[in-house]
């Protein structure tokens, strides 16, 4: 697998080029951006985080773990007060919602900490500092085949530099 990064001059000509390569088919791509861009975002069309699973998989968990827990308690510590049952849920709602809260917020930060600093860590080998400055990459991630073809529609979409990297 062969990668072939672009350095564009402004964002209008990085959207440019993502459109190019993936009208001909070339749709493993990275994009460098001094700052957040939707124009490039969405062009790019990834679709929406993993992040929010985790924060799905907090909050269910938070709430059976908070009910679980006051039934249990309250079975094994049976006080009946006022008749009421010893399971009651509405009294427990409180508890349950604090405890969807708590591990719903601590999940989602392990989830943008395990994907944002642990998985995007690999095969970043492309990256420049000046792009972080006033330039933006273009990574092509393609066959060793189709290098030419991808080097040639960076060209055509406005690059100031193409070359190929090694992985």
Not at 12 to 41: C, M, R, W
Not at 65 to 87: E, N, S
Not at 117 to 132: E, V
Request: with cysteine; aromatic share 8%; hydrophobic share 40%.
């Amino acid at each position: 697998m062969a990668q072939v990064l672009g350095v564009l001059k402004s964002p209008g000509a990085t959207v440019k080029a993502i459109h190019t390569l993936k009208e001909q088919g070339f749709n493993d791509l990275e994009v460098y951006t001094p700052s957040p861009n939707h124009h490039i975002e969405h062009a790019l069309d990834r679709g929406p985080s993993p992040v929010r699973l985790y924060t799905l998989i907090g909050c269910l968990t938070g709430v059976t773990i908070g009910y679980a827990m006051q039934i249990w308690m309250a079975y094994d510590w049976p006080l009946v007060i006022g008749g009421k049952p010893f399971a009651s849920i509405p009294a427990y709602t409180i508890v349950g919602f604090e405890l969807n809260i708590l591990l719903g917020g601590i999940l989602t930060v392990a989830g943008l900490m395990i994907h944002g600093i642990f998985l995007s860590r690999k095969g970043h080998d492309a990256y420049q500092p000046s792009f972080s400055g006033d330039e933006f990459g273009c990574v092509v991630r393609c066959h060793s085949d189709q290098v030419s073809q991808a080097q040639e529609l960076l060209q055509t979409s406005g690059s100031t530099e193409v070359r190929v990297v090694e992985a």
